[in-house]
């Protein structure tokens, strides 16, 4: 074998190194990208049970519903026979209200007649305010419950359009099932 043909052979065999190795550092490369996309795509996303859902979105419609909106026969008579004054309050203002002017049980009756159908039956629920037991729907012990989800909101208003004025207080939704 002459000088020339061996170089020749030498220069293909350390190209194919060459092309081998950078071969594979671009496959560990597309790995590594890939797992890094796959485990940030995993991590940005929270963690929500279906409980959760239940307990935000029924604690922002006892908030957010006011009582002139909703068609119940409970409400209307209260506002009829003067048990409710103001229409504009939302259901956990109402609720608030009457719990400030020491009439719980008109508390209790509003929440239970105004939640009836709004929680799916196999949930639990329990309305407090100033950690005070107000209205609870208990299907299964909320101790023993696989998951609990408490939900917080602020709630302050006037009574009765007076200057009497309640809250901040604190209404807390627990949902378990």
Do not use: C
């Not at 597309?30 to 049970?49: D, G, M, N, R």
């Not at 359009?161 to 378990?176: K, N």
Request: hydrophobic fraction near 45%.
């Amino acid at each position: 074998m002459d000088l020339a043909s061996f170089k020749l052979i030498r220069a293909v065999r350390d190209n194919k190194a060459q092309y081998l190795t950078i071969d594979a550092f671009i496959a560990s490369m597309i790995v590594a990208v890939a797992l890094v996309i796959v485990l940030a795509a995993k991590s940005a996303q929270p963690y929500t049970t279906q409980s959760e859902l239940v307990s935000r979105g029924f604690t922002e419609s006892l908030s957010s519903l006011k009582l002139s909106e909703l068609n119940n026969p409970l409400v209307i008579n209260m506002a009829k026979n003067g048990t409710i004054n103001n229409l504009d309050n939302t259901v956990l203002q109402q609720a608030s209200e009457f719990y400030f002017t020491v009439r719980r049980h008109y508390a209790f009756e509003l929440v239970k007649n105004v939640t009836y159908r709004l929680i799916p039956p196999q949930y639990s629920f329990k309305l407090l305010i100033n950690n005070d037991l107000i209205y609870e729907k208990a299907v299964s012990n909320e101790n023993t419950s696989a998951v609990l989800v408490s939900s917080k909101k602020l709630v302050f208003g006037v009574v009765n359009r007076t200057a009497l004025v309640y809250g901040p207080t604190i209404a807390e939704i627990r949902v378990w099932q």
